[in-house]
Each structure stands twice: as C-alpha cells, then as structure tokens.
C-alpha cells in the first residue's frame, strides 16, 4: 500500500495569548491520498482551520506548532525542514474561506491571479495573463478575457469564490484545500460550487482537503470523512460508514442538529468551559463515564479497521449498543438525492 500524499499525526497548534494557552488543535491525525477526497467537518471552534494553517506554516508566531506532518516526501511539522514558499501554492493550493475578503480590492481579478501564476512559473507577463485568462474559463467565468479586467468589489460572492479557486490552482497543485468554499453563499450558489471543485478534482487528478461545517457537502464530495471537536478528532472513517451509522456521541449529535433533531442552541465549542483530562465531550454526552476521564480514548474499530471512534464504548469491557440504540430511528445518508443532498431544484445561475 502506497504512502498518503499527506500525513498528519498528532498535530498540535497551541496558541499563546496573555491569558494562559489555547489548544486550538490538540493531538489531531488523519491522512489524504492521492486523487482522495477527505473532509474535517464540526462546528465553528472545532479547530478545522487552524489545522489547515498549521499544515501549511500559515501561523502567527504566538502559535506553537508540533507533531509529525508529511507531505509526499517533505517534512512540514517540525517546521524548519520544508520551504513553505515552494511548497505552499506550488504543490499545494489553499483556497481561504471568506474569498472576498482573501481577494486584494485595488487589483483586478487578473493582475491577481497573473501574480499567483509568475509567483511559481518563470514566464512573461503576456504569458501570466494568458494564463490567468484561461484559469477564469475553467472556474466558469465568463467573458473571461474582459472580466480579468474587472476589480472584486465588480463580483458576487459566488464569483469571488470561483477566482479564490483559480489563484489556488495557478501553480497546478497536487493538493487542494478548501477552507469552507460555500459559507455565505445561497443554497443554489452552492451546489454550482461543489459541482465546479468536483469536476477541478475529477480534471486535475487533485487531492482534496476540504473544510465544512455543512454535512450536505460532505455527503456530495467526500470519499472520507474527519469529524473534529475542541481540537481533537472524534472519528474519521469512509463517509458511507460514518453517514450511515455515526458512532461518537458528539458526531450523533452533529447530525442530528444538522437534520433540526438535536439541540437548536448548541452553537459552537465554548472552549473555555471545557476539560482537557480525558474526552473533551465528555460534559455534554449522556453516555459519559468515570474512564471517559482517564486520558483521551485511543481511536477504537467501529466496522471494520478503516472507521474508527475515540470512545470508550467501542473498546473492551463496554456495551457499544447503549451509545448506538440511544437515539432509535436516527437516521442519515451519503445518497446525493437524500435529505442532506444540496437543492439543485433552482434553474437561475445566480452568481452571474
């Protein structure tokens, strides 16, 4: 079996603030292959972007970063071995979230992408705007050659999000990630959205990491799936097996919320209010026990060794069942027509 294009291995990112240490990412492992598509998914606070960040040396120098992060043959975490600046935009593209905001407002979408393309090719500025011309063409926007004139302020959301994906792929990635590409955008904006980093993955031969609160993009695009909380991952697996029968308490509950069963008021990690002695949901789930306190749960087979859950119920000496029929009848789905489906229903491109 080959070597996973990016490996992550308890990855921490630790933030020094005058108020004591965040542990914005604490002990998180999971990896991506090549041509894969893998999604960390949790509510806002979980620590998805910071992840990404750390990955990719994108951190402010209050931020303590270790662990064992590889990318091919490169060391990422420790840093010090790798050169972000060729790797970073070079073999990996980075599409942040809120494009709009990413985009600098006082140059054309073209001088930017332009920029993006001689940052990682020795070519003419002809060249580069050719280039950026066509990268245009391929997000789907249109005239391309006249619109690579046209400034941020001139572009929808929907837009914006299309040119953040262009400068991410001037250099011809090999990975791309994704940091919660249809956030703020309507339901019919997203769905062309996921379709467009579909077909780039498909195209490119791209792997993808892609950053999402929204369980209806992970069941369009994922092959697996990373749930994070508080910093840790709670369960990681195929996304067949983690949709249809979720296994942490903590993911049970993030479908559920997400379907309108659970809790409407649970908003995001209160990091404050949480313990750092064991399972971080503790707390909050039902099931908790006395040993839910003794250090974080080793990642225990669920079905089969690929879908796994950091839960003391699926270890030896506990009853799996009580944390599985708790919520009888709960139910999700991977199926792209299912309810978690994007709704495709409107015929409008409304991000023209």
Do not use: W
Not at 67 to 89: K, M, Q, S
Not at 187 to 211: H, N, W
Not at 233 to 255: C, W
Not at 317 to 328: F, H, I, N
């Amino acid at each position: 079996m080959s070597d996973p294009l990016l490996s992550v291995e308890d990855l921490r990112a630790h933030v020094h603030t005058a108020d004591g240490v965040v542990r914005a990412v604490d002990g998180t492992s999971f990896a991506v292959d090549g041509g894969e598509t893998v999604c960390l998914v949790g509510e806002s606070g979980s620590g998805k972007t910071m992840t990404c960040d750390a990955v990719t040396g994108l951190v402010e120098d209050t931020v303590e970063v270790t662990g064992d992060v590889r990318f091919d043959d490169e060391t990422l975490v420790p840093y010090g071995e790798a050169d972000f600046g060729a790797i970073r935009g070079d073999r990996i593209g980075y599409a942040f979230q809120n494009a709009r905001s990413a985009l600098d407002p006082v140059y054309t979408v073209g001088n930017q992408i332009a920029e993006a393309v001689r940052l990682h090719h020795d070519v003419s500025k002809d060249a580069a705007r050719e280039r950026a011309v066509e990268l245009l063409r391929t997000v789907g926007i249109a005239p391309a050659e006249s619109r690579a004139d046209e400034y941020p302020h001139q572009f929808s959301d929907g837009m914006c999000q299309r040119v953040a994906l262009a400068i991410a792929l001037a250099a011809e990635p090999e990975l791309l990630i994704a940091d919660e590409p249809t956030s703020a955008l309507d339901v019919t904006i997203q769905a062309r959205i996921i379709d467009l980093i579909d077909d780039l993955r498909t195209e490119r031969d791209l792997a993808l990491l892609l950053v999402t609160h929204d369980l209806r993009v992970v069941a369009a695009l994922a092959d697996r799936v990373v749930v994070m909380y508080a910093g840790t991952v709670v369960e990681r697996g195929p996304v067949e097996a983690v949709f249809a029968s979720p296994a942490h308490p903590y993911t049970r509950e993030l479908f559920r919320s997400f379907t309108g069963d659970g809790d409407p008021d649970r908003g995001g990690v209160a990091r404050e209010e949480l313990p750092f002695d064991g399972c971080r949901f503790r707390t909050e789930c039902p099931h908790a026990v006395d040993a839910c306190a003794d250090g974080f749960p080793a990642f225990e087979a669920v079905e089969g060794d690929a879908h796994r859950a950091a839960c003391v119920y699926y270890g030896d000496g506990y009853d799996a069942s009580v944390v599985r029929d708790s919520e009888a009848g709960f139910e999700t789905t991977a199926d792209p027509t299912g309810p978690l489906a994007l709704d495709e229903a409107a015929e409008e491109d409304a991000d023209g």
